[in-house]
């Protein structure tokens, strides 16, 4: 399973890129605000805001070299469609993100006959997650976290379309999405998503087990205790 990054900080991609473990990066309307709300940034116009989100999916596609799913904001077909063909030509590596719906799904295939790479999010059944791969993106995101909060197991979710996509298949990529803690990323593992994509917080935490520290500590106190009685 690939790791992707679930943010729209820079910062944060940068230091994640350089440990080396970073296959791409997915953002969405709402971590684009949280990055741009934390840097302090305030724009004038919607179309200043705009620019500067362009301006960040750009940055981000340079700097991993690896896909970079970036939303499109319209709800009607032509509006995601036109919007999808100027955020594809951002970047080749750019993915367009638009929502499970009939409008996404018009406009998915369109985007994806014109050879447009394709993240269908929003994703909470395994029909859903079907209708996406029929209509010819190249991911979809069910959202873990999400069907969990409503008392239903998004693991078992991903496990699902991972079955009807082998069964039936289908190329589409499976991005565990919404993911809230570690063992999060191990169980979509497990179920077979091709890609978790993960917040800052949960990937650092998954470099971590205290045994791993205590390990480090005691090599280095048994280092130091050996060179003293040479
Ligand atoms: O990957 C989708 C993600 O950004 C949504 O996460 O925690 O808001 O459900 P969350």
Redesign the pocket.
């Known amino acids: 399973m690939k790791l992707y990054l679930?943010t729209a900080n820079v910062q944060e991609i940068r230091e994640v890129h350089a440990l080396g473990v970073l296959a791409g990066v997915?953002t969405?309307p709402?971590?684009v605000a949280k990055a741009l709300g934390e840097a302090g940034e305030r724009f004038d116009s919607e179309a200043a805001f705009y620019a500067r989100f362009t301006e960040i999916v750009r940055e981000i596609a340079e700097l991993v070299q690896a896909p970079v799913s970036a939303e499109a904001l319209a709800t009607d077909p032509e509006g995601m469609i036109a919007e999808g063909r100027k955020l594809a030509a951002l970047n080749e590596h750019v993915v367009v993100k638009l929502p499970i719906s009939e409008a996404g799904l018009r406009a998915c295939r369109v985007l994806a006959d014109e050879g447009v790479a394709v993240n269908m999010t929003l994703v909470f059944s395994a029909n859903q997650a079907l209708l996406a791969a029929r209509a010819g993106a190249r991911y979809v995101?069910p959202?873990l976290?999400?069907v969990d909060d409503i008392g239903w197991d998004g693991v078992e979710l991903v496990r699902s379309i991972r079955e009807i996509f082998d069964v039936h298949d289908l190329g589409t990529e499976i991005i565990a999405?919404?993911?809230?803690h570690p063992q999060h990323v191990t169980a979509a593992a497990l179920a077979g998503a091709d890609i978790a994509?993960v917040p800052y917080k949960v990937l650092k935490a998954m470099i971590k087990h205290p045994l791993t520290e205590i390990g480090i500590q005691r090599f280095l106190a048994d280092w130091e205790k050996a060179k003293q009685e040479l």
């Open positions: 679930d997915t969405n709402s971590l995101s959202f976290g999400r999405a919404s993911v809230r994509t």
